[in-house]
Nanobody, 125 residues
Framework: QVQLVESGGGLVQAGGSLRLSCAAS????????VGWFRQSPGKEREFVAS????????IYADSVKGRFTIGRGNADNTVFLQMDILRPEDTAVYYC??????????????????WGQGTQVTVSS
C-alpha cells in the first residue's frame, strides 16, 4: 500500500520560512515526478512546484518562483519544499503528490496518482 506523508507545516509570520517534507512508503520516487500542490478555503487546488527525479528538472508556479525550492531528499523516497519569504497568501493546506513510475507529468493534478493527506501552512501578517 502506497502512502505519502507530509510534515513540517505550521504557523509562521510573514517573511519567515518553513520546510515541508514528503516521505513515501510502498514506493520510491525514482523515475517519477513529485509535485507539491496547495489548497486554501474556497479555492481550487493549485500547482506549486514539481521535480523530475531522474534529471532534477523543476517547475514552479509564478507565485512562488524565487521564494520556494523543491528538491530531492537524502533517500529516494523523500522530497522537500523549502519555503522562504512566506506571505499570508501562501496560507493553505499543502499536498505532496507523485506521478506513476516512468511517466513524466507536469502541473495538472489529475496526472498524479498518489497523494498525501496534506499539511497546514498558516502565514500571519
Amino acid at each position: 500500500q502506497v502512502q505519502l506523508v507530509e510534515s513540517g507545516g505550521g504557523l509562521v509570520q510573514a517573511g519567515g520560512s518553513l520546510r515541508l517534507s514528503c516521505a513515501a512508503s510502498g514506493r520510491t520516487f525514482s523515475s517519477s515526478t513529485v509535485g507539491w500542490f496547495r489548497q486554501s478555503p474556497g479555492k481550487e487546488r493549485e500547482f506549486v512546484a514539481s521535480i523530475v527525479w531522474s534529471d532534477d528538472s523543476t517547475i514552479y508556479a509564478d507565485s512562488v518562483k524565487g521564494r520556494f525550492t523543491i528538491g530531492r531528499g537524502n533517500a529516494d523516497n523523500t522530497v522537500f519544499l523549502q519555503m522562504d519569504i512566506l506571505r499570508p497568501e501562501d496560507t493553505a493546506v499543502y499536498y505532496c503528490a507523485a506521478g506513476a513510475t516512468g511517466v513524466r507529468v507536469g502541473i495538472r493534478s489529475r496526472d498524479y496518482v498518489d497523494w498525501g493527506q496534506g499539511t497546514q501552512v498558516t502565514v500571519s501578517s
